[in-house]
Structure formats: structure tokens, C-alpha cells
């Protein structure tokens, strides 16, 4: 390590969060009926928090989160690269930083896509998610997670058993409530019944929803969430950063676009700058950033709990805290008809 290098890892050593974290604005949301209370905005580490990121950068990423009241942490079991690594990362800024914190801070893992090789490290089994959870404990160097997380439905595993299986969870102490993500209104309706038969502290579905992406607006999920009592907790709120300023002058070598397998260059269309240039102008007129209107945007409706942001450095999450979920109709409109505009 050169010395500016061992520098910067000391002072991060020893930083402590900042005394007036809750005095920075962030707002709190109740997860449904529960009595878990949610930042407006919370951070997960899907990306920039792998074995092949600087450490140093996220863990001054996690810093800033929590100076500004960003007290959710999300996470799953493959996050990296490496799959894992991120849970590992995220692990030792815990020990390293936050240890004293720990109650201050909801911390949140899943299972149920791809980890491990052969039948049990995929899916909704039983064997996989109570495995998996214990994997991820080990690897965060945790006692408990806060929420835990199917992460998809599983067709060929009876709902009953992942429904069961997170159930078990509960009550062995591993995660105070659980979720799960990417389950549709139908797929949600099934898991819900048969949770609050078990009297299971189900909370949240995690779903993909923002300005560009509105499936979620169309089967129902969001009437539904409302009525039986569990919240929506977003994920990619900015479209992995298409609603963001990070492409208005080219593709950045160090962006998602670059760096990631999940976002295409081919989503940068004329189209889409003609929206986002419209869109700017609307923010702009509310006081915030593009992204600031696009996660308030997404905020508009309570059933929302809150949006879960990636980011890739400190200034990018300073970017997107200035939440204001109110919205005249005449700004209502105006968006929805940028966004329907081919
Ligand atoms: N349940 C699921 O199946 C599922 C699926 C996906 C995600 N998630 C969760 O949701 C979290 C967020 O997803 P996401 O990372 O796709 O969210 P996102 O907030 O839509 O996109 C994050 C990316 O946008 C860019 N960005 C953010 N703020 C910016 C700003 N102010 N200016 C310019 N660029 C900005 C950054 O891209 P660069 O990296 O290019 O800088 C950042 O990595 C994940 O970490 C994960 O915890 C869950």
C-alpha cells in the first residue's frame, strides 16, 4: 500500500458516523401494517461492492448513506462479483466501522437465484434458503438479518415450502421479518395467505419499478400490497442509471454500461434523451436532480415503502437525497406524457 493509500484506509478505520445522521432530512416509512419503519430511500449493494471495487470507496459509500439517515442495507447471497463478495465486503465495514451501530441499521439478504452447484443452490427449497441464510450470516459475521428475502418465485417448489421455510427463519432468531421479490400480484397473493396464516412477519415484496419500467402498474400488485397490509420496496428506481445524468456526454468506462452485464448500450436511444431532456426540465423547475424526481416519482404513493438506490460513488447518493413525493397534476400529467412519447 502506497502512502496517500494507507492514509485514506486509517482515516476510514477509524471514522465514526456523523452525530446529526438523523437531523439530514431522510423521512421514514411504516413497511405496510408493520411496525417497521424504512428510509424513503435505502442503499443496496448489487453492484459496486464486489471482490473486483475498491474497498475503500464503499465503504466511504456506506458512510455517507448512514450521515444522511440511509439506514437499509440491501443484499443477496450472489452479490459480487465474486457472488458473495459483496456480503463479505459489507461484513467488514460492519466490524470494522459499525459494530456499535448495528442496531440503528436494518440489514436485509435473499436467496433464490443460482449460488451454488448441484440441486440445493437454487430455488425456494427449504434446504436452499435455510442453507443459503446461513451462509450469508457467516459471511457478514451476523446473528440476524433484519429482513430476509426469497428472491424469485420458484415454479417447481410448492409455495407452501417456501412459505414455510421462511417461517422457520423467523422463528430460529436468523431474520427478524421476511420479503419476497419479484413475486407478481397472483404469485404474491398465494405467498401472503398462506404467511398470515403462519402469523410469518411478512412485510415487503421487492420489485423493479420506475419511470421507464411500469409492469408493477399493471397487474394489480400495487391495489393489492395496499390492501393486505405488506409495502413495495423498489429496486432499480433509476433504470440502473438511465435516469441519471451519467450518459449525457457518452459512456463512461467506469459505468454500468462498461462495467456490468446487466445494462445494454443499445437502452441509449434517441428516445430516451429526448425524455430524460424533458424530464430535466421538470426537475429542475422542483428544485432537484433528474434522479432526485425520479425516485420521489416512484415515492408518489404510500404503498411504496422505499426505493433502493445502487450507487458507485459518495457524490452519486448525495445526488439523490432531496425526496419531495408531492406532485401537482399538472406535473403528473407532464410526466406522463413525456414518458409516453415514443
Ligand atoms: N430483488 C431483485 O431482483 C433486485 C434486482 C436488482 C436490484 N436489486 C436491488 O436494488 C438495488 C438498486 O438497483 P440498481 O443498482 O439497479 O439501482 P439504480 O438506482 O436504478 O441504479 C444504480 C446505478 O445508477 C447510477 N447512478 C445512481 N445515482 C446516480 C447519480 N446521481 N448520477 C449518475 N449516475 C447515478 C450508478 O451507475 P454506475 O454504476 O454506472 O455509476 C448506479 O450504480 C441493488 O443494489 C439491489 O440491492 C434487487
Not at 476510514?12 to 446529526?20: F, H, V
Not at 435516469?243 to 463512461?252: A, F, K, M, Q
Not at 426540465?281 to 432526485?292: D, G
Amino acid at each position: 500500500m502506497d502512502d496517500t493509500k494507507m492514509k485514506r484506509f486509517m482515516q476510514n478505520k477509524e471514522r465514526i458516523p456523523d452525530p446529526m445522521r438523523y437531523k439530514n432530512g431522510m423521512n421514514y416509512r411504516r413497511a405496510g401494517k408493520s411496525g417497521l419503519k424504512l428510509p424513503e430511500v435505502s442503499l443496496g449493494l448489487w453492484h459496486n461492492f464486489g471482490s473486483v471495487d475498491n474497498f475503500e470507496n464503499m465503504r466511504d459509500m456506506v458512510f455517507t448513506a448512514f450521515d444522511h439517515g440511509v439506514t437499509m442495507f440491501d443484499l443477496a447471497n450472489n452479490y459480487g462479483p465474486r457472488g458473495g463478495s459483496a456480503e463479505v465486503n459489507f461484513g467488514r465495514i460492519l466490524k470494522e466501522n459499525f459494530s456499535a451501530y448495528r442496531d440503528e441499521m436494518l440489514i436485509s439478504t435473499k436467496a433464490g437465484f443460482g449460488m451454488w452447484k448441484g440441486p440445493y443452490g437454487d430455488g425456494g427449497s427449504r434446504k436452499y434458503l435455510v442453507a443459503s441464510l446461513d451462509q450469508s450470516l457467516r459471511r457478514m459475521g451476523l446473528d440476524y438479518v433484519d429482513i430476509f428475502y426469497h428472491h424469485r418465485p420458484d415454479p417447481d417448489t410448492p409455495i407452501e415450502e417456501t412459505c414455510l421455510a421462511l417461517d422457520a427463519i423467523v422463528r430460529s432468531g436468523k431474520a427478524l421479518y421476511v420479503g419476497i421479490s419479484n413475486y407478481n400480484a397472483e404469485q404474491a397473493k398465494s405467498a401472503t395467505e398462506i404467511l398470515r396464516d403462519l402469523k410469518c412477519p411478512f412485510i415487503l415484496d421487492q420489485v423493479c419499478y420506475n419511470l421507464l419500467n411500469r409492469n408493477v402498474e399493471k397487474d394489480g400488485l400495487k391495489e393489492y400490497a395496499r390492501e393486505a397490509g405488506f409495502g413495495l420496496i423498489v429496486y432499480s428506481p433509476l433504470a440502473q442509471g438511465l435516469l441519471t445524468d451519467r450518459y449525457l456526454h457518452g459512456i463512461p468506462e467506469d459505468s454500468r454500461i462498461r462495467k456490468g452485464r446487466f445494462l445494454k448500450e443499445d437502452a441509449l436511444t434517441p428516445e430516451l434523451f429526448r425524455k430524460l431532456a424533458a424530464l430535466r426540465e421538470i426537475a429542475q423547475a422542483r428544485s432537484q436532480t433528474l434522479p432526485e424526481l425520479a425516485l420521489s416519482w416512484v415515492l408518489r404513493d404510500d404503498v411504496v415503502t422505499s426505493v433502493i438506490i445502487g450507487a458507485s460513488s459518495s457524490e452519486q447518493i448525495l445526488d439523490n437525497l432531496r425526496i419531495n413525493p408531492s406532485f401537482t397534476q399538472e406535473e403528473l400529467d407532464a410526466i406522463e406524457a413525456i414518458c409516453n412519447r415514443e
